[in-house]
């Protein structure tokens, strides 16, 4: 037994440690998003397009990787495609043209979403493990890599070019990868007669998980509306320069970071429902003050304080998707992350093309609207509170492995 909570200790900052490296790579890929514009001729619409291929490659991906963590286990998965991710962002900064750009950030999002729901899937493990909240932290270290990502590949950037920063963020990643392979938690994939069920419909069938999931992508569009965009508004609307319009994601993630390490203890005093709902109206209203911001500086305190609010809403719906009565833990997770993350990877295209044609600060005011409606629905993430029903014994059976 003494073992058992070792090895669950033990894996529960090798899964903090993988978070870290997945929120560095898209941290430091934020401020190399604006350069991709004159570096390839292209405009504000082309490169919303090239974001959606992205993102379509890593809903695509997130589509199947329930099934492969129950196939294969989760410390397979999340090892093979944490490894696939360390050279994708050098890939895509010296893509040669627009053809080889858009396979490339196709196979980014392929590996980042990947790695993404399978370290979400270690994570509930890790919960059930230890029998108490561990996911908002371990988002926490998501958001720390996407600010130190953001605000160091920024400098780098300014001080020595995007392709390095690209290498230096590749061997970083690989360093903080292999450090946590060792120890995730690797137990037997799922019996069959647990998986035969789900393996019947590619997509689940129960509406709770959807109410979730999309849930997940209001929260989410905001998200990636500050990750792809928020730097384009500041250099081109407000005047920044290339530092300080790369300081809007950092902030943001810093923010979300500080939260999201409190967000365990919040959520285990207050519960999830009630956490959920401040929640959204604090991201709410941090995201309508970046679309009123006179200035940059405005804007960079306003991502920061709608970071706060944000910080703890996805996590509370993977862990309610995870520990949702009806559903594995792997499917659970695999569906809203799927839908969820169309809001961070997909959605910002369409925001590329509204930002284009209205401007920023009517779509920023908008995306606002959307974090109110997840707190009205705050009501829907309870099971998120529910980690006590599973005894270890049982843990270690789940699919989420």
Same mark, same amino acid.
């Given at each position: ?87 994708? %962002?050098?890939?895509?900064?010296? +893509? ?7 396979? =490339?950030?196709?196979?980014? /999002? @392929? &590996? #980042? ?120 508004? %500041?250099?081109?609307?407000?005047? +920044? ?7 809007? =994601?950092?902030?943001?993630? /810093? @923010? &979300? #970071? ?141 699919? @989420?492995?």
């Amino acid at each position: 037994m003494h073992d058992t909570l070792t090895q669950a200790r033990n894996a529960r900052w090798a899964v903090a440690t993988m978070f870290l490296a997945n929120g560095f790579v898209m941290g430091a890929w934020a401020p190399q998003i604006p350069l991709l514009l004159p570096r390839h001729q292209i405009t504000e619409s082309v490169l919303g397009l090239l974001i959606l291929v992205l993102g379509i490659g890593a809903v695509g991906s997130m589509l199947f990787s329930g099934r492969l963590i129950a196939r294969f286990g989760a410390r397979r998965v999340l090892s093979v495609f944490s490894l696939a991710l360390i050279p994708v %962002l050098p890939a895509v900064v010296f +893509s040669p043209s627009i053809p080889a750009l858009a396979l =490339f950030m196709a196979a980014f /999002g @392929a &590996m #980042a979403g990947c790695m993404d729901v399978a370290m979400n899937a270690q994570a509930v493990e890790v919960e059930k493990r230890l029998n108490r909240a561990i996911m908002s932290s371990s988002h926490g270290f998501w958001s720390l890599g996407g600010f130190l990502g953001g605000s160091a590949g920024s400098y780098v950037i300014l001080v020595w070019g995007s392709e390095v920063q690209s290498l230096i963020t590749a061997a970083i990643t690989a360093l903080l990868v292999f450090s946590a392979m060792p120890f995730l938690l690797s137990t037997a994939p799922a019996p069959l007669t647990v998986t035969a069920a789900p393996k019947q419909h590619l997509l689940p069938r129960d509406a709770g998980i959807w109410i979730l999931g999309f849930m997940a992508f209001f929260s989410m569009v905001p998200e990636g509306a500050v990750l792809d965009w928020a730097a384009i508004y %500041l250099s081109k609307e407000l005047g +920044s320069d290339v530092f300080r319009s790369g300081l809007a =994601f950092a902030f943001f993630a /810093g @923010a &979300m #970071a500080i939260m999201r390490f409190m967000g365990d203890h919040v959520r285990n005093r207050f519960g999830a429902v009630q956490t959920l709902r401040v929640s959204g109206f604090l991201g709410a209203a941090g995201m309508m003050g970046g679309a009123l911001a006179p200035n940059d500086l405005v804007a960079i305190a306003s991502f920061a304080i709608s970071g706060l609010g944000i910080a703890n809403m996805v996590p509370i719906m993977f862990s309610a998707a995870g520990n949702h009565a009806r559903l594995p833990s792997a499917v659970g997770i695999s569906t809203v992350t799927m839908v969820g993350y169309c809001g961070i990877l997909v959605a910002p295209s369409s925001i590329g093309y509204l930002a284009e044609h209205f401007g920023f600060r009517p779509t920023y005011a908008a995306l606002s609207l959307l974090l109110v409606a997840v707190a009205l629905l705050a009501g829907r993430t309870a099971d998120a509170d529910r980690l006590n029903r599973d005894a270890p014994s049982q843990a270690a059976s789940s699919p @989420a492995n």
